[in-house]
């Protein structure tokens, strides 16, 4: 099968072997699957490395159910599935006390484990979601990671409901999907920090009341602060901003990743005010599966979640373009199948 592997002579669309599928696992011929900004870590910039050379890349996947291993149960061959990136055990005590995203064996597809940047994939049919009726793939498919991740830090470690008063540092793909899940989520205002210009005006067009380059963001702790700061940039300065964007019992979610040290400014300010500083990574399969029922039935609006869908031959320009923010804050998506 072809397969877009990284070595250590970079990445290279190449012949690969096709993955025999295993008890409780299924086959899948993928067909849309997402560039994530950690893959441009692995191949452009590393700052970050995968657990081994070579592997297949590619975290953000949907397709067809081939096959089922022996013995399985699953969708049938034919389903339409999305995959839920991180691979967990599903016994230890992380999984088992409902905490599976930092499970004592989790493994991300593309990077500890290979992944869909390739015709097919075999995956534990745990890891399978059902596509709805109507829901394109593309969209599924970018469901799994960009707007799971999202998902999670807003909603299950940020708490944003009805009322909350939320503020998002980076509105790329990421920060435009927290937008967009805080918006249907029912928050009372939400506040978008971008130093792009362009950036700004897509929060605004996702559902953002207020869009501030971050020189004036300091203007968010005078008028009394926000219940939730979400960071998605990765830099300790919007780290310490969000922190102190906060008002009295509020909390910073970080999601950003980067390489510098971290700092949440004065400890006094985190005791006496009683805010909290949380960190949020990737989804669960009950969170992507929430993920993909609001976008299958329209009650999650993102406009910009899909860009240009581009052919795994050209995987690599496509990492290029995410690298320079050449993307028009949309996830760019490998059509594999095509």
Partial sequence: ?????????????????????????????????????????FVIDGTARTA??????????????????????GPAPGTRV?????????????????????????????CDVHGCWADLVAVPVRNLIEIPYGLPDELAAVATDSVATAYRAVVTRGGVGEGSRVAIWGTGGLGLSAVGIARQRGAAEIVAVDPRP?????????????????DEAARL???????????????????????????????AVIVGVGDEHGATGRMMSLVLREREVLGSYGASAEEVRAVIDLLASGELRLPRAVGDVIPLADVASGLERVARGDTGGSRIVVDVGG
């Fill in 1 to 41: 099968m072809r397969a877009a592997v990284l070595d250590d002579d970079g990445l290279a669309v190449r012949d690969w072997p096709e993955p025999e599928p295993g008890p409780g696992e299924a086959l899948v011929a993928l067909t849309m699957v997402g560039i994530c900004g950690s893959d441009v870590h």
């Fill in 52 to 73: 081994f050379r070579p592997i297949v890349l590619g975290h953000e996947p949907a397709g067809v159910v081939a096959a089922l291993g022996p013995g399985t149960d």
């Fill in 82 to 110: 999305a995959i839920v990136p991180l691979v967990t055990c599903g016994t230890c005590d992380k999984c088992r006390s409902g905490q599976a995203v930092v499970c004592r064996s989790v493994a991300c597809l593309g």
């Fill in 198 to 214: 362009e950036a700004r005006e897509w929060a605004l067009q996702t559902g953002a009341d207020l869009a501030l380059h971050p």
């Fill in 221 to 251: 702790a005078d008028i009394g602060g926000v219940d939730v700061a979400l960071e998605f940039v990765g830099r300790r300065a919007t780290m310490e901003a969000a922190v102190r964007a906060l008002d009295s019992g509020g909390r």
